[in-house]
């Protein structure tokens, strides 16, 4: 395994930290960000990044999926991926707004969620461009799991993972609560 995407990775969470601490559209209220020093993660491991087929569905389903604001949004439900975590085999729905969508929604809550990171769940977004091998597979890095902005400010409406997308095992990967 190569190490680029690891420094693709530590780029990423150093540019994210820089927006968060600078930008005027960050998520974090304004009297956070003076002190704000970066975000925490779990350490990069490469036990949490997979090379999966999406199983999709032939017909996908609507479905509504609440939010932090008590609204309600609709995702198609795209396909399914199996994996398996510290022997556990689990599935996660893959999800997205639009049919012509190149990407897909990964929002998922697992045994670390209102513990060590943002109890109503973490959000993984996939684009074909960057996550999608050659032969078709996807790369699904929880390395890259982040949270909503809703769990920076509360001005925000974030969708929340469905149940179907909530894992009994740890996923000790990505970013930590905030």
Known sequence: MTTDWRRALETQR?????????????????????SFDGLEYYPVDGDYRFE???????????????????????????GQFRFTVDGEDVSLQAYKADPDDDRLWVPFRDATSGDETYGAGRYLDLEADRH??????????????????????????????????WLEVAIEAGEKAY
Do not use: M
């Open 14 to 34: 150093e540019e994210k930290d820089q927006y968060f601490g600078e930008h005027p559209r960050s998520p974090l209220p304004d009297g956070e960000r003076e």
């Open 132 to 165: 999608r091998t050659d032969d078709g597979t996807w790369i699904l890095d929880f390395n890259e799991a982040y949270n909503p902005t809703c769990a920076y400010s509360d001005r925000y409406e974030c969708p929340l993972p469905p149940t179907e997308n």
């Open 52 to 78: 999966l087929p999406l199983e999709e569905y032939d017909d996908p389903e609507r479905v509504t999926v609440g939010t932090s604001t008590d609204g309600e949004r609709e995702y198609l439900r795209w």
